[in-house]
């Protein structure tokens, strides 16, 4: 790959890249700039050099923030940093490889498919529920397979997101610079195409995937694990369309969080006093170390309780146009979640009157059951962003603290998850589709563990036994060390 390019090739490069930022969908938060390999080669040395320049004489230790460009506007945090580095390494070692799953490979077909199987069986099984079936019937049908196909429906919503789910523009030759406005069209249709998936293909729910989705996803593959910026306080009472990392929403039930909690609400004569309502906060501080069964019951009970107020706030904000708990965000926010809450809310008001109220107790279950533990689909979703650092026995992670993990359990549990278990190779590549995902660790395997066998129990038992801060917030990361070391011999 060149690094260095005649200015009328970068001029070319540069309308190249402009249109990729619309076609990834908002992609351009998810990291400082479209990813290299979208345009085939790493036209972005002088921002990487400088943005280098000015990260490398920081403190590791993460609690002291994020540092402030010379515009004032903050740059990736360290965890970010982490995965960029990787893949910057991984790209100059395997570009050959790798390149063509980010620049072609899609799981359009397959994704598309999926996601009307999903929801499909997610309306059938709810009429079902509804019509047909008993309390304990409902609930081993969302266990298996409602809960799986709840998974799917937010895993192909993500690749969509991502713009992995359609067709890549980069798959057709490189539009010539007098064709742009052509190109443009094309963008901005699949641009409409990709909201509209992401809008319809979320129904029908009980709370949903479209809020974080559209609101809060790409922001935290900036600002995982930064401090300053992650906190709950600071995402409830922010002023911006975007959540500055909507994972914080989940980490807070078990995971440990620097700064305040939130949503807080004024009361009093004078609305001078704080009223702090956080489900999340109030339950993890009853948390207790070496009560692994405690703390999940602790999880799976304020969890659950979370999203079932979500489905009563979505008929709260359909009626009201506002959605109370985020007071400072742009009118545009709230008229956008009404809009979808209202079309939402009608959606399970029509499954109601036509199959009755346990349709909607089936998808409530379905949508929170592979959260909780003992449901195998929590494993990873509890572990994804934690600190996990060496230890005695050799975890195989090397020196440092590592933000982001993947839970290896076989093809099965990969099939079962549809790839959602590969996180870690998530965040190295956001644009590479979710039945790709598994080739990079055959692709650059010193850079991910080894192994196929992880026991999902016992990674549960671990976590709620003891709860770690979310993605090295407290320890800062290593970004001089990215490769994942040979676990060591028993």
Not at 154 to 175: A, E, N
């Amino acid at each position: 790959q060149t690094t260095t390019a005649p200015a009328n090739f970068r001029q070319y490069c540069s309308v190249w890249r402009s249109s990729s930022r619309d076609v990834l969908f908002l992609s351009s938060s998810v990291t400082d700039e479209v990813p290299s390999s979208v345009i085939g080669s790493d036209t972005s040395e002088d921002e990487d050099k400088e943005e280098s320049n000015n990260t490398s004489q920081l403190p590791i230790n993460a609690t002291q923030g994020v540092p402030a460009s010379s515009t004032g506007i903050a740059t990736s945090s360290q965890a970010a940093q982490w995965h960029k580095q990787r893949r910057k390494e991984m790209l100059q070692k395997y570009s050959d490889r790798i390149s063509p799953l980010e620049r072609s490979s899609s799981s359009n077909v397959l994704g598309l498919s999926l996601l009307f199987l999903s929801n499909a069986s997610l309306l059938a099984m709810a009429y079902l529920s509804g019509k047909a079936w008993n309390p304990l019937q409902i609930f081993l049908a969302a266990i298996f397979p409602g809960s799986m196909f709840s998974l799917w429906t937010l895993q192909i919503l993500h690749d969509c997101l991502h713009g992995s789910l359609l067709p890549k523009p980069s798959s057709r030759p490189l539009p010539s610079l007098k064709h742009d406005n052509n190109n443009n069209n094309h963008v901005k249709k699949k641009k409409k195409l990709q909201s509209l998936l992401l809008f319809w293909g979320s129904m029908p729910s009980f709370f949903g995937y479209h809020l974080y989705l559209r609101h809060g996803h790409l922001s935290h593959h900036k600002s995982l694990g930064d401090p300053r910026s992650t906190s709950l306080r600071q995402l409830f009472d922010s002023d911006k369309s975007e959540f500055e990392d909507g994972d914080v929403l989940f980490a807070a039930h078990r995971m440990k969080l620097k700064g305040e909690a939130g949503p807080r609400f004024r009361i009093g004569k004078e609305k001078k006093e704080d009223l702090v309502l956080s489900i999340s906060r109030t339950g993890f501080s009853h948390w207790k170390r070496g009560r692994p069964l405690r703390n999940a019951a602790i999880f799976a009970a304020t969890f659950s309780f979370e999203r079932f107020l979500l489905g009563i706030n979505d008929v709260v904000v359909a009626l009201t146009g506002t959605n109370y708990f985020f007071p400072n965000k742009p009118r545009e926010f709230h008229k956008e979640c009404a809009n979808y809450c209202r079309w939402a809310v009608l959606v399970r008001g029509a499954l109601w009157k036509w199959a009755g109220w346990k349709s909607l107790l089936f998808l409530y279950l379905a949508e929170i059951l592979w959260s909780i533990p003992p449901h195998p689909a929590c494993a990873m979703f509890v572990t994804n962003h934690g600190s996990a650092t060496r230890d005695e026995d050799g975890d195989g992670y090397g020196d440092g603290c590592i933000p982001s993990s993947s839970t290896y359990a076989g093809k099965w549990y990969s099939l079962f998850t549809l790839g959602t278990n590969y996180h870690c190779e998530h965040h190295d590549f956001p644009t590479i589709p979710l039945h790709r995902l598994g080739k990079l660790r055959e692709i650059a395997p010193e850079y991910y563990r080894e192994g196929e066998r992880d026991n999902v129990f016992e990674i549960m038992w671990k976590v709620f036994s003891e709860p770690e801060f979310y993605a090295c917030m407290d320890v800062g990361v290593n970004l001089k060390n990215t490769k994942i070391l040979p676990v060591a011999a028993s």
